[in-house]
């Protein structure tokens, strides 16, 4: 078995602990991809210490410089994508287009890195004194710790670290245990491209040590996390007792809203992508779809037809539509969930078990989902399930939709299908949620836009497009006065007495 291991201080180290976890296939567990390091407290330390000697070189290097590495990590994730998305669907599931897209995504983000080394913008902003100017402009803050989840391995950690070096900060990455080998891949790529060894730190293991470990560290000011809301939870804790500056993007419960009016060929193309791409564990999957009386019952049936034509299978074999769940743990919740809807009174229209026969007997394998009949409030419609599950909830006005979209604790994404032009602007308006897609699917954001969500989704910071830089660099003013004499702000006035 092949054993892979951390980067620390410059150079690839076994842990501390002596100990390792495995890798398997989700679409084929006995397929092993190597074992990676279960890292300790010890290793942290240990990386921690040496970011803060990269930093120290890498704040003094000009942005347009660290722009160039990143450039170059970007032409490297384009010359290595097929080799990537193929490493990437084998250690956690998910269709070759999709992990293609998933490395193009990095590479979108390396190259609008890349052009951001030579704005960085600050103000220059008059003074209200004569003979003073006044600006502000960005520094780095220091080692920057980023924890990441296993639905988009290379896209993710992208969004966080590109930004982070490029803003002139050191990095400690712990990926998600779940898929460390693309984890690994991107750190190497990292140091081919230019990044110096000890910028960047890559360390291996679980969440409650590992990751854990980084967020308590007190020479780490800045912590990124992207994960679940309960995890989410705990780290906020944490870096509100450490005043850390702390971005959060957690879990969603996305809603397709379908208006009589719509185009329903296109509303169905829609929901088919968004609920059932990734296999449901995308963070703005749309987990529920909420359909207007007059459409509902002929929706449910042309749907139902396209799910059951739905193949599961190795998302590295030709014609595989939808792959595994992560693993074990994550079949048994969408299991638990499949008693939750019964219980409530939600009527299984098809799938609700694990996919079994041939070759889906070795990997993690559920049958798409979909419920009709649920009610707004219950379990089922309120909870993250992150699985191939579709909660369908009936309503009878776009008052009734724009209601049960928002009654939720999450707030990513939402998507209205609708030819109602007013309707599409007060969906803009309206919808409590980070992102709304008029006529297409939840899912599908942009590199260069801001990405995240309101309400228990995130904490107000954005990762992707512009605003990602403002967490990632501290804003300080400088004044030069250049008056020779003292001038007292808010105090001295020249009105109407010029020299
Ligand atoms: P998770 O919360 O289980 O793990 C995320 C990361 O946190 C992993 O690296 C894990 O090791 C680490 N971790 C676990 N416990 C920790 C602790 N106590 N301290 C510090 N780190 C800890 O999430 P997951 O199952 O990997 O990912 C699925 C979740 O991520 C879903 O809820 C999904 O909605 C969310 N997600 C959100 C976005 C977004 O942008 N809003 C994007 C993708 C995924």
């Known amino acids: 078995m092949k054993t892979f ?154 969004w966080k670290i590109f930004p982070a070096l490029l803003c002139g900060n050191a990095v400690i990455f712990k990926p998600a245990e779940d898929v460390p080998h693309t984890g690994t891949v991107f750190v190497e790529i990292l140091l081919e491209a230019g990044v110096p060894p000890e910028v960047v730190q890559l360390v291996h293991g679980f969440g409650e040590t590992v990751g854990a470990a980084i967020v308590e560290h007190p020479e780490v000011p800045l912590i990124s996390f992207t994960g679940s809301t309960a995890t989410g939870s705990l780290v906020g804790e944490t870096c509100g007792r450490m005043h850390k500056r702390l971005s959060l993007e957690m879990g969603g419960k996305n809603a397709q809203i379908v208006l009589d009016d719509a185009d329903l060929e296109l509303a169905l193309e829609g929901v088919l992508w968004g609920a059932f791409g990734t296999t449901g564990q995308r963070c703005t999957a749309t987990s529920r779809l909420i359909l207007q009386t007059a459409v509902h019952d002929e929706f449910v049936r042309l749907l139902t037809d396209r799910v059951r034509a739905l193949k599961l299978g190795d998302g590295r074999q030709a014609g595989t539509d939808v792959g595994p769940l992560i693993n074990e743990a994550a079949l048994e919740k969408v299991g638990c969930y499949m008693d939750i809807g019964r219980s409530e009174g939600a009527d299984l229209v098809i799938g609700g078990q694990r996919a079994r026969g041939g070759a889906l007997d070795k990997g ?136």
């Open 364 to 499: 993690f394998f559920f049958d798409p989902t979909i419920f009709t009949g649920v009610a707004a409030g219950s379990r089922l419609e309120q909870e993250e399930i992150f699985g191939p599950v579709l909660s369908v909830i009936r309503v009878d006005t776009p008052d009734e939709a724009f209601r049960v979209n928002n009654d939720v604790k999450y707030g990513l994404s939402s998507s209205l299908y609708t030819r109602d032009v007013n309707l599409a602007f007060r969906a803009l308006a309206d919808l409590d949620t980070g992102i709304t897609y008029i006529n297409a699917p939840t899912i599908g954001a942009e590199a260069h836009l801001p990405f995240g969500g309101v309400k228990q989704t995130g904490n107000g910071h954005r990762e992707g497009g512009w605003e990602v830089y403002d967490f990632y660099s501290e804003t300080k003013v400088g004044y030069v006065d250049f008056s020779g004499t003292l001038q007292r702000a808010q105090i001295d006035t020249y009105l109407g007495t010029p020299d």
């Open 5 to 158: 291991k951390n980067f620390i201080a410059g150079q690839w180290v076994e842990p501390s602990t002596g100990e390792y976890f495995e890798n398997r296939n989700p679409a084929d567990t006995s397929d092993v991809i190597g074992q990676f390091p279960r890292s300790g407290r010890e290793d942290v330390e240990r990386a921690i210490a040496s970011a803060k000697r990269g930093f120290e070189l890498w704040r003094r290097t000009p942005a347009p410089q660290r722009g160039d590495v990143l450039r170059r990590a970007g032409d490297l994730l384009v010359a290595r994508k097929e080799e990537i998305a193929d490493l990437m669907t084998r250690e956690m599931g998910k269709p070759l287009t999709e992990t293609r897209g998933d490395v193009q995504e990095g590479i979108d983000t390396a190259y609008y890195a890349a052009t951001e080394g030579r704005r960085l913008f600050g103000h220059t902003v008059p003074s209200e004194l004569r003979a003073k100017w006044a600006m502000s402009y960005r520094r780095p803050i220091g080692v920057a710790g980023i924890i990441t989840p296993f639905n988009f391995p290379l896209a993710i950690p992208t």
